[in-house]
């Protein structure tokens, strides 16, 4: 089993930085893919950022050159660095792991969600 717990959400002014982590724990033998997304109340799920395992990153275009998306190898934790934050950034915020395990099974994991208010 794995587990996905984030943290680093909160309560920030506009034009503040945060910085999300998703720590990844359990029987992961390999993470192939890594992303965040947010949902704002009353719309969609969307991606924020991907990373895959070979490190390319990617982003939507409302957040391109204020976020990024990293990792650590050996904390198996995934960050997202936001920075300038506006309110329309206010959502609350999922990672999501694409993980093969040692049986070989391969699985998309969520985090619990953490929100995330930008607000004066």
Excluded: H
């Excluded at 050996?74 to 792991?97: G, P, R």
Aim: hydrophobic fraction near 30%.
């Amino acid at each position: 089993q794995v587990q996905l717990v984030e943290s680093g959400g909160g309560l920030v002014q506009p034009g503040g930085s945060l910085r999300l982590s998703c720590a990844a724990s359990g029987s992961i033998f390999s993470i192939y893919a890594m992303g965040w997304y947010r949902q704002a109340p009353g719309k969609q799920r969307e991606l924020v950022a991907a990373l895959t395992a070979g490190g390319r990153s990617s982003y939507a275009d409302s957040v391109k050159g204020r976020f990024t998306i990293s990792r650590d190898n050996a904390k198996i934790t995934v960050y997202l660095q936001m920075n300038s934050l506006k309110q329309e950034d206010t959502a609350v915020y999922y990672c999501n792991l694409d993980i093969g395990d040692y049986s070989g099974s391969r699985s998309d994991y969520w985090g619990q969600g953490t929100q995330v208010t930008v607000s004066s």
